[in-house]
């Protein structure tokens, strides 16, 4: 009887630690998330300080974009065999390494580079590991609400980190956000404390799976980036042995039978060409306020802040307004609102910082209205035991997406021909290259529009 009232008393306490443990989760997650969207923000004080093109600035957050989605799913794989907590555990470890590496080689980009891709392995486990722990140690009545808190802990990163990037890169030096990043080790004693200690189990990480898709991804940024011949033939090359390994290995982390399912493939190649347009204006938009207007990023950061509140206001809603309108006309409103804001944006890219805000509270809002029921669309393509891998897969296909986005748009930036407007509509060169890239990034929303009317809203229509 005793030892009942034991085993009882045990499991309370482990419950109770666990709900203790969700807060200091949380919080961690949060401060990853800031940490990441703070170091986006900084590309153009970064690019003054080492002296290097556009293209070349971008290698620190489209290496970062790659390391998260696959980190991503790599932790997901990890948390069948080892202990949550001590996943999250190593993820602050590399956190605070990659953040100390970064300060003490802050003079030479290629080891700030370095540095971000060790930090943000770490960056990619709090996300990841907060959803996995409150499906599994939550009780299920309560889980909609914690996951619903990190929905909200999203936007308000988006928020806090564009603030901090550009007042600290602005009032101390970008080279600080390393320090501040080493504030994470804090949530370290809460972890060993609350996080219950889980037995280990034998599981399969298709770390060659993975690594196949990073020499995708890498190929594609690459061939973006220079346009040289090898890498197209690498990224083939890549494309054609990943096809071949998941079709002969049934522990690839991805089967053959969802590329052979044409709804999921049409679906994943829309939001592929439409993700790659999202981080793309917004790493633009720092460059184009400071050169057009002289204004520093602490200024430049206030004004990026009615986007992202827009977002959080859309966000909550689209769930509710999908429902009722349905993900067709919901997936077509928003991307023809994309292309709206990117031509304001384009048009009177010299008229007023005002006209380029609400471009960017427009454009952000979109795509906050895009993401459930474009998500939503792609999960009903597949059956229901299969939908973590769709997400997961999904995820990692929006990383790489805004990795190559801002490839593209950072190569677009370098290039001498962009200097002269497409339209005849200004005569100044900065003016022109800003409102040329714009006016192809109305021709990607289109292409996606396109896409998806020919092979996905067209057939849900008949």
Excluded at 114 to 143: C, D, N, W
Excluded at 427 to 432: E, G, H, P, Q, R
């Amino acid at each position: 009887m005793s030892t009942i009232t034991t085993d009882v008393r045990m499991k309370k306490t482990q419950e109770f630690n666990s709900k203790k443990a969700v807060p200091v989760t949380l919080l961690l997650f949060l401060l990853c998330l800031i940490i990441d969207n703070s170091f986006k923000i900084i590309s153009v004080d970064m690019a003054k300080e080492f002296h290097i093109s556009a293209t070349t600035v971008s290698w620190q957050s489209t290496l970062a974009g790659l390391v998260i989605g696959i980190g991503a799913v790599v932790y997901a794989a990890l948390a069948d065999s080892i202990s949550i907590r001590k996943l999250f555990i190593a993820g602050i470890m590399l956190i605070c390494a990659g953040s100390v590496m970064g300060y003490m080689f802050q003079h030479s980009y290629l080891l700030v580079v370095i540095s971000r891709i060790v930090q943000t392995a770490g960056l990619a486990s709090a996300e990841t590991l907060y959803v996995i722990f409150v499906t599994k140690h939550m009780p299920a009545s309560e889980q909609k609400k914690f996951l619903g808190l990190s929905t909200s802990s999203f936007a308000l990163s988006q928020l806090i980190g564009t603030l901090t990037g550009g007042y600290v890169s602005t009032y101390f030096h970008w080279t600080s956000l390393f320090l501040i990043s080493l504030i994470t080790l804090f949530t370290l004693p809460f972890i060993l404390k609350y996080l219950p200690k889980e037995e280990t189990k034998d599981s399969h990480v298709d770390v060659l799976g993975l690594f196949l898709v990073g020499a995708i991804s890498a190929a594609l940024l690459l061939y973006i980036t220079d346009f040289n011949w090898i890498y197209l033939i690498l990224f083939v090359v890549a494309i054609t042995l990943f096809l071949v390994y998941i079709s002969k290995n049934s522990k690839a982390f991805i089967g053959i039978a969802f590329f052979k399912n044409k709804q999921f493939i049409s679906l994943l190649g829309v939001a592929f060409v439409i993700y790659s347009v999202q981080l793309a204006y917004i790493f633009l938009f720092p460059f184009l306020l400071e050169k057009m207007y002289g204004l520093k990023l602490d200024t430049i950061s206030l004004f990026m802040i009615p986007g992202f509140i827009g977002a959080t206001i859309v966000g909550a809603l689209s769930g509710k307004i999908a429902k009722y309108l349905g993900s067709k006309p919901c997936i077509t409103i928003a991307m023809s609102c994309i292309v709206v804001s990117l031509l304001l944006g384009a048009f009177f890219v010299q008229t007023s910082v005002v006209v380029l805000v609400i471009s960017m509270v427009l454009f952000s809002g979109s795509f906050a209205f895009m993401y459930a029921p474009l998500i939503d669309s792609c999960i009903r393509t597949i059956e229901k035991e299969k939908s973590g891998t769709v997400v997961g897969f999904y995820n990692l296909t929006l990383s790489v997406a805004m990795s190559i986005g801002i490839a593209y748009t950072a190569a677009m930036m370098d290039n001498s021909s962009m200097q002269t407007s497409f339209l005849g509509i200004t005569n100044n060169s900065n003016a022109s290259m800003f409102s040329n890239i714009l006016f192809i990034l109305v021709l990607i929303t289109l292409l996606s529009l396109s896409l998806y009317w020919v092979f996905v809203g067209r057939k849900a229509t008949k």
